[in-house]
């Protein structure tokens, strides 16, 4: 186990836990499995919530989110092609937020939440993508 100077001992143990980082991919995925289980399981609500937010063919759009929520996440998890399925993860994420999480079209309260999800969405994305460099520097080491 190799740490740097500035992290403490027990913190490294924790951070070297072999389990730590499938443990994490399934945690930094879980919104999306349960989203495309969710999505497969009512899919006339997966359309009805594509329409809502103007995506259309609805149905198209529902069904390339099933697809990319549960096969991206598949990917992550099972450490095959992580930047396909963390790329593609992330790339339906901005969709969501850029349709989803519009504050600059809101006020009040309103805003106020969009502004957070909107971040928080964005957040994600940065996590998929230190996934994406995490599994390609471990290949490369």
Do not use: C, Y
């Not at 995925?29 to 919530?49: T, W």
């Not at 106020?112 to 996590?127: P, T």
């Amino acid at each position: 186990m190799r740490a740097n100077r500035d992290t403490p001992g027990w913190t490294a143990a924790i951070l070297f836990w072999p389990l730590l980082l499938p443990i994490s991919k399934v945690a930094l995925v879980s919104a999306f499995l349960i989203g495309g289980i969710q999505k497969l399981v009512d899919f006339p609500a997966a359309v009805a919530e594509q329409a809502h937010f103007g995506l259309q063919p609805a149905w198209l759009w529902a069904a390339a989110a099933i697809i990319v929520e549960l096969g991206g996440s598949a990917l992550v998890i099972l450490g095959r092609w992580i930047w396909l399925g963390a790329g593609g993860l992330g790339v339906l994420t901005a969709v969501a937020m850029l349709t989803a999480n519009d504050f600059w079209a809101k006020a009040g309260h309103d805003r106020f939440l969009a502004v957070n999800a909107f971040f928080e969405h964005l957040g994600l994305i940065a996590g998929l993508v230190l996934v994406s460099i995490l599994s390609l520097r471990q290949r490369d080491a």
